[in-house]
């Protein structure tokens, strides 16, 4: 922490009557990370929000954003950044008749399903207290990604406060080519005070859970893959392992239905049928039902977390192997296997359309190795169950990884994922941001 009267930026910020804060408790989701911060300056709104930003600009003082406060590896709070918290610039605002929903910067994904009217929906992530903008900023996979695309696919305009305090209209008739980079680029462009999503319409989707006994984890998983196959528009798969209640490791299939009634039922009672599953949900609903707090409590925030990712093609035998055992072998009863869907209409968005390139058929596997202090055995224990998982699935894996779950450190990565992105990313980086003060950003490229 830094005395604001030995900082000369801070000084001019609370010459201004800047509301400053220092305490960091409470914001960081990963308790694991050792988080530090310049300063926490609440924003009002954009004009505030560009004074702010054009004073530290002129101090040379790099900047982060703390919108919905997810980030696994606490960007933004590391030492000299000063925290940009945008939490008070939730709004929501349909309008019907375009079809479209203008939300604040700050607004979580919770926040603006709630508010949308009945039938319609705006493809998020799984979990309601993402923020929407830094969900969408770098992708965004969730139950809907098959059937409508990622929630950066349904961005249409921001309202960006770029790195010198200017304020840009990213849009196919302003900043185009800003609009481009903010649709799955990474966060490192400015801040996001506003932004305009496509709503589809969908009054319900069909949902269900199942749980099976890991002695049927394979076979249930090849039949997975199959029924993507038929079906890689309708069907969105969220799957995964994690401990079951009798503390042994479990699979679980989640399906999103969003077509035929007749054919959705069938898909769905034969995953029921089965003779080894426990089915705990089943049924339609509106997409807003999806989002179960109850479930979300599985990952809370505050306990420590080591999350890498990787991303598989298919789910052929030796993929599968891999997940299964690294689920027998699980170190810790909150650790986990997520498993996002990527098919259908995401598949169908041309490569270059945005800036988020990966569009073949894929599966965003995330390898969550969560412990409570040390209660839950060695540390060093649970680092290396997450590592060793990430290894054996390099093997199986497409270069790099979904940018969103991505550490600092792996800038290599995230440069392999943009692959053809990458040097337009860059130019675009450098005529925003020349002096990288977003240099703590989801996404980022190393130079
Ligand atoms: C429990 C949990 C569940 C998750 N589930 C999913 C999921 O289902 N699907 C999925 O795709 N991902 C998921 N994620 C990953 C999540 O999408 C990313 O961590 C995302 O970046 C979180 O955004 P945030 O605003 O909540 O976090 P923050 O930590 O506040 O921000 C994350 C990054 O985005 C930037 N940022 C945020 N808002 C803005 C803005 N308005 N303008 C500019 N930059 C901004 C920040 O600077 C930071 O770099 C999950 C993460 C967690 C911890």
């Not at 903010?182 to 009054?203: A, Q, W, Y």
């Not at 497409?398 to 860059?426: D, I, M, T, V, W």
Request: with cysteine.
């Amino acid at each position: 922490m830094m005395l604001t009267n030995q900082n000369p930026l801070l000084r001019e910020l609370a010459a201004r009557g800047e509301e400053m804060s220092f305490d960091l408790g409470g914001l960081l989701f990963n308790a694991a990370v050792d988080a530090q911060a310049l300063a926490i300056v609440k924003c009002r709104d954009t004009a505030h929000l560009s004074s702010v930003i054009r004073v530290a600009s002129e101090h040379g003082t790099p900047m982060a954003v703390l919108g919905g406060g997810h980030d696994l590896s606490g960007r933004g709070f590391v030492k000299d950044n000063l925290i940009l918290d945008l939490r008070a610039l939730s709004s929501v605002t349909t309008d019907s008749d375009s079809m479209t929903v203008t939300i604040g910067g700050g607004t979580l994904s919770g926040d603006l399903i709630e508010n949308l009217p009945p039938h319609l929906v705006s493809p998020l992530g799984t979990v309601s207290t993402v923020g929407v903008t830094g969900l969408a900023l770098c992708g965004g996979y969730g139950r809907l990604t098959s059937s409508l695309g990622l929630t950066s696919d349904t961005l249409e305009r921001a309202e960006v406060v770029l790195a010198d305090g200017t304020i840009a209209i990213a849009s196919e008739e302003d900043d185009h080519d800003l609009l481009w980079a903010i649709r799955g680029g990474g966060s490192g462009f400015g801040v996001v005070t506003s932004c305009r999503l496509k709503l589809h319409h969908m009054p319900e989707v069909l949902i269900s859970m199942h749980i099976y006994p890991m002695e049927h984890a394979h076979r249930i998983l090849l039949l997975c893959q199959d029924l993507i196959d038929l079906h890689p528009t309708d069907l969105n798969l969220f799957m995964g392992f994690m401990t079951g209640p009798n503390g042994q490791p479990v699979l679980f299939v989640s399906p999103t239905w969003t077509g035929d009634r007749n054919i959705g039922e069938a898909l769905v009672g034969d995953l029921q049928a089965d003779k080894s599953a426990l089915t705990v949900q089943n049924g339609w609903m509106p997409y807003k039902m999806t989002f179960d707090k109850e479930a979300e409590k599985a990952w809370p925030k505050g306990r420590n977390y080591s999350l890498p990712t990787q991303t598989v093609q298919r789910l052929d035998r030796e993929t599968v192997e891999i997940l299964i055992q690294a689920a027998l072998n699980f170190t810790s009863p909150f650790s986990a296997l997520v498993i996002h869907d990527f098919h259908g209409v995401a598949t169908r968005i041309a490569p270059t359309a945005t800036a988020f390139p990966l569009r073949s058929a894929h599966f965003v596997i995330e390898i969550i190795s969560a412990w409570d202090g040390v209660a839950n055995g060695q540390i060093s224990d649970h680092l290396a169950w997450a590592n060793a998982v990430s290894a054996s699935l390099g093997t199986v894996s497409l270069p790099g990884g979904y940018p969103n779950l991505l550490s600092p450190h792996e800038g290599e990565r995230a440069r392999q994922f943009f692959g053809g992105s990458a040097e337009r990313l860059k130019a675009i980086k450098s005529r925003v941001d020349p002096d990288d003060l977003f240099r703590s950003a989801t996404g980022r490229i190393p130079t």
